[in-house]
């Protein structure tokens, strides 16, 4: 499976954004999606993660209210709707893709190549 993600860049704080990532190759071995992030210093972080076959969707406390997970499966792409951005959000967010629910919140089997989202205040 390989992940194009797309769509960071500067923003400021309160402001939207949104994020896509596209899956090609073996994509019927993805059970689900989701992102990660790693701000400068930081270990990398889950951020959301969605069932691919269902569309139920699980988001870290830091921004469930404030982020939207949802999939294009005729596009085989998920977007990460970013709303109400604060400077803590400002990180390199990655794709990626597990064959398993468990899996895709922790370590999962794909990754695609991290988007630069940067938050001013």
Not at 14 to 31: E, K, V
Not at 100 to 120: H, M, Y
């Amino acid at each position: 499976v390989q992940l194009q993600a797309s769509g960071g860049g500067l923003v400021q704080a309160g402001d939207s954004l949104r994020l896509s990532c596209a899956a090609s190759g073996r994509t019927f071995s993805t059970y689900a999606m989701g992102w990660f992030r790693q701000a400068p210093g930081k270990d990398r972080e889950f951020v959301a993660a969605i069932n691919w076959n269902t569309g139920s969707t699980k988001y870290s406390p830091s921004v469930k209210g404030r982020f939207t997970l949802s999939r294009d499966k005729a596009k085989n792409t998920v977007y990460l709707g970013m709303n109400v951005l604060k400077p803590e959000d400002t990180a390199i967010y990655y794709c990626a893709a597990d064959r398993n629910w468990v899996g895709i919140q922790g370590a999962p089997d794909f990754w695609g190549q991290g988007t630069l989202v940067t938050v001013s205040s």
